[in-house]
């Protein structure tokens, strides 16, 4: 039965390196919107990213 579902549903061949990128993306978002991360912790990614 499963193997039917998914033979009439099309289903996108999205890589998984993408979809990790978006949620981790997004979680730090999500946690930064919610005060959730101490600035130092953002003042240390900007270090980080700067090289």
Do not use: K, N
Not at 18 to 46: E, K, R
């Amino acid at each position: 039965m499963l193997e039917s579902i998914r033979r009439a549903l099309p289903i996108p061949q999205v890589p998984a390196h993408a979809v990790l990128c978006g949620t981790s993306v997004l979680a730090f978002g999500w946690l930064l919107a919610s005060d959730s991360i101490q600035p130092i912790a953002v003042y240390l990614l900007q270090i980080y990213l700067a090289f």
